[in-house]
């Protein structure tokens, strides 16, 4: 059987760091907060490197969902999300996006996020941090997850 992995979406899937970035200075700061509610900030995000490839071997391999938190005070940004799935995963994306601030409530083998956040110690399955020493690219993500390819 299948086990279940989780992929977040933003700074993992998405580079939502870059786009933040490339933000009008003005608009930034106006947003220095929470920029996630820079107006269409989820239209503008590019695949981070090697994660469209990994995302289709790993759905192979696992049962594999998309997580990903959308800000209150930015309504588009849910849409501009499901936009973004189906752009760039297609077929292999297809209703695999969750939406919810508490990536808790998922139950799974593994979750793939590119930080250590609260709601994480409550995830009953192996966290992998992408971006940190052990796992700094999505290359060390696979070894570790299809240690036979």
Known sequence: MKKILYIAMDGVLADLPHAIENVDPAVRAEHAENPDEIPGIFE?????????DAFRKLSAAYHTYILSTAPWKNPGAWQH????????????????????????LSKGDYLVD????NALKHFEGTHIQLGSAEFPDWAAVLKKL????
């Open 81 to 104: 999300k499901l936009d973004w799935v189906q752009k760039h995963l297609g077929d292999v994306g297809y209703k695999r996006l969750i939406i919810s601030p508490d990536h808790h």
């Open 146 to 149: 299809l240690p036979a390819s």
């Open 114 to 117: 590119d930080q250590p956040r």
């Open 44 to 52: 503008r995000l590019e695949p981070m490197p090697g994660a469209l």
